[in-house]
T-cell receptor, first 113, second 115 residues
């Protein structure tokens, strides 16, 4: 079975632009979470979705938004990009949003110039 | 607010040594604790999951323990190999309030195993 997949692998944008990152969870998993990992730090929670509804939001500005589709895949959108948004964006999937083991994708490396 | 701390920040050992990585967390209201491995520039690979009601989990040369009441976990790696070189991350899933279902990570321990 395929693991969590993310696209694109790498992305280079300039300040002020908009970006959309995509994630497909493991088959059967209905919960998707997004994390931001800045170089040298542990990942920081951005959003969690379950059954197409937002179940949690981390301490990120409104420039960050997400959604989950009927097939449980998810998109993370970031508007008005800042240099500080440069990071590895990780998607995790699990059966449900509680205590299940979470499985991560390979990440999308976003560079903002 | 949950805070997770990992000690040491970096560790360099010769091949064959047994080693211990430490993780502490401030809020004992957790569902479980998960240890991950991350290779440079890559995603996270789940190593072990310990439910809050469990004391330890083992997988091959890895053993993780959990003392929920004291807010501590250790990851024990036996007979280390150069292929074990990576960053090891500890994360807890919150059991209630704003932490529910959310992974809170430590900053990681960078492990280097020399041949």
């Amino acid at each position: 079975d395929a693991g969590v997949t993310q696209s694109p692998t790498h992305l280079i944008k300039t300040r002020g632009q908009h970006v959309t990152l995509r994630c497909s969870p493991i088959s059967g998993h209905k919960s998707v979470s997004w994390y931001q990992q800045v170089l040298g730090q542990g990942p920081q929670f951005i959003f969690q979705y379950y059954e197409k509804e937002e179940r949690g939001r981390g301490n990120f500005p409104d420039r960050f938004s997400a959604r989950q589709f009927p097939n449980y895949s998810s998109e993370l959108n970031v508007n008005a990009l800042l240099l500080g948004d440069s990071a590895l964006y990780l998607c995790a999937s699990s059966f449900w949003p509680g205590g299940n083991e979470q499985f991560f994708g390979p990440g999308t490396r976003l560079t903002v110039l | 607010k949950q805070e997770v701390t990992q000690i040491p920040a970096a560790l360099s050992v010769p091949e064959g040594e047994n080693l211990v990585l430490n993780c502490s967390f401030t809020d004992s209201a957790i569902y479980n604790l998960q240890w991950f491995r991350q290779d440079p520039g890559k995603g996270l690979t789940s190593l072990l999951l310990i439910q809050s009601s469990q004391r330890e989990q083992t997988s091959g040369r890895l053993n993780a323990s959990l003392d929920k009441s004291s807010g501590r976990s250790t990851l024990y790696i036996a007979a280390s190999q150069p292929g074990d070189s990576a960053t090891y991350l500890c994360a807890v899933i919150g059991a209630g309030g704003t932490s529910y279902g959310k992974l809170t990570f430590g900053q990681g321990t960078i492990l280097t195993v020399h041949p």
